[in-house]
Nanobody, 116 residues
Framework: VQLQAFGGGLVQAGGSLRLSCAVS??????????MGWYRHAPGKQRELVAQ???????KYADSVKGRFTIYRDNAKNTVYLQMNSLKPDDTAVYSC?????????WGQGTLVTVSS
């Protein structure tokens, strides 16, 4: 199983970005995975930003509720993170993770930088 994240970049505060995480090596089993986006900012611990389960249930960190939306396209084996109203505090490396039972796989990160 491999995960590849796309979509990071530099954006001004108040702007938007959409991150994508393409998953390969799972075939149609992708739909059973719980998918999550995490971020790691300098000097801070890595945190869960958003998660979507196989039945579509979502959860978000309090700091991003109302601004970020996680969704998945099982036909494309891809999970997305739509980020709106970005703040400088959102600056971090964002990584995706796939979980199924005791199996967890990380993808490489993509850097999001929000300028003030």
């Amino acid at each position: 199983v491999q995960l590849q994240a796309f979509g990071g970049g530099l954006v001004q505060a108040g702007g938007s970005l959409r991150l994508s995480c393409a998953v390969s090596g799972t075939g149609s089993i992708f739909r059973f995975y719980t998918m999550g986006w995490y971020r790691h900012a300098p000097g801070k611990q890595r945190e869960l930003v958003a998660q979507i389960s196989s039945d579509g249930t979502t959860k978000y960190a309090d700091s991003v509720k109302g601004r970020f939306t996680i969704y998945r396209d099982n036909a494309k084996n891809t999970v997305y993170l739509q980020m709106n109203s970005l703040k400088p505090d959102d600056t971090a490396v964002y990584s995706c993770r796939a979980d199924a039972g005791s199996i967890g796989v990380w993808g490489q990160g993509t850097l999001v930088t929000v300028s003030s």
